[in-house]
């Protein structure tokens, strides 16, 4: 038995507790949990992007991209269970497949928030963010899938992203807005692909494996499917080569009447809704499907439905050149 599995043996007592809290608890939980996920603010994303602002969109997004890739590394990296997965004694009132160890939610949550506090300025958007992080992670080991320890690590990571994003945002966008639109294409590829090829590299020391006897609690899993690193390189892939496209030819205005953002609200949801749909539902699930399927979704997220809002007469072009950045 190593330190975590001990670390794990220790902290079960104090999940079984939690989870004696009123049964009023669980739906508050489960909505707090939802802070957590890089799918809420991917979801939200579209809104921001077209109806408020773009640039601020575009480094929420990124920033969320970088924590769920780092954490779903991580995760292959560590092979750690859910709490779950080694004691009957603890409900799973939020099933998960993936590893355990860190928590996404708790690394996307700090990750985002943090960044959005960072854009927002101001210490009561730190305030904000730091107590809504702090219910993220709570409610992840109420709900059975995260030992204290890992949305501890996942807060770390969070808080590491943040730093790295900050840091390096403006030096990074002023390199890339330096090269040439078909090397800027390129390397949306290279390093989407980059990134399935660090899932398959981190994961290659634990060849053969599979769940000990010990996790016998958690049923049927596949924590080592890499779908989810697939999904994110399409993100990745999709909204890097669609702003850069959307660059050259000139940005937007997110402004306008409330019955105009609307409209490309609604608009822009069936149409991501309709290829979702396709995608998930009329063709096989394999991972070029998912890899293109998302990059597709991306790509009108970032350029298709803006060119499409303007022919329109939805929305105004930007009345000077200008980098979102």
């Known amino acids: 038995m190593d330190l975590l599995d001990e670390l794990h043996l220790a902290e079960l007592g104090t999940i079984v507790g939690l989870q004696q809290w009123p049964e009023w608890v669980l739906p508050v939980m489960k ?43 991580a995760k292959l990296a560590w092979h750690q269970p859910r709490p779950y997965w080694i ?4 409900r799973p009132l939020s099933p998960e497949g993936a590893f355990g160890l860190p928590s996404g939610h708790a690394q996307s949550g700090t990750a985002g928030l943090g960044r959005l506090a960072s854009l927002s300025g101001g210490s009561w958007a730190w305030w904000a963010a730091g107590g809504l992080v702090g219910l993220v992670c ?22 590491v992203v ?17 090269q040439a ?25 634990y060849a053969g494996w599979s769940p000990p006897a010990a996790w016998s609690p958690a049923g049927a899993i596949d924590p080592e499917n890499l779908d989810r690193v697939v999904i994110l390189a399409g993100l990745l892939a999709g909204t890097l080569a669609g702003t850069s496209i959307m660059h050259r030819i000139g940005w937007f205005e997110a402004g306008g009447p409330l019955g ?7 608009l822009g949801t069936f149409v991501a809704a309709s290829v979702f749909y396709v995608m ?21 997220v970032q350029l298709g439905a803006p060119v499409l809002f303007i022919r329109l007469g939805l929305m105004a072009p930007a009345r000077r050149a200008r980098a979102v950045q």
């Open 31 to 73: 909505l707090v949990s939802a802070l957590g996920t890089d799918t809420f603010y991917l979801l939200c994303l579209p809104v921001l992007y077209w109806c408020v602002n773009p640039a601020f969109a575009l480094r929420l997004g990124l920033t969320v991209m970088v924590a769920g890739a780092t954490n779903a590394l």
């Open 87 to 90: 004691d009957a004694r603890v």
């Open 138 to 159: 709570l409610s992840r080991v109420y709900l059975g899938v995260h030992f204290i320890s890992d949305v501890v690590a996942g807060v770390v990571l969070g808080l």
């Open 162 to 178: 943040l730093a790295l994003v900050i840091t390096l945002e403006r030096p990074v966008t002023a390199w890339w807005r330096r």
């Open 181 to 205: 639109l078909w090397a800027q294409l390129a390397a949306s590829a290279a390093l989407s692909f980059g990134l399935i090829g660090a899932a398959a590299l981190v994961n290659a020391p």
């Open 260 to 266: 105009m953002r609307v409209a490309r609200w609604l």
């Open 280 to 300: 998930r539902e009329q063709l096989p699930q394999t991972g070029a499907v998912l890899y293109a399927g998302y990059a597709l979704l991306a790509l009108w």
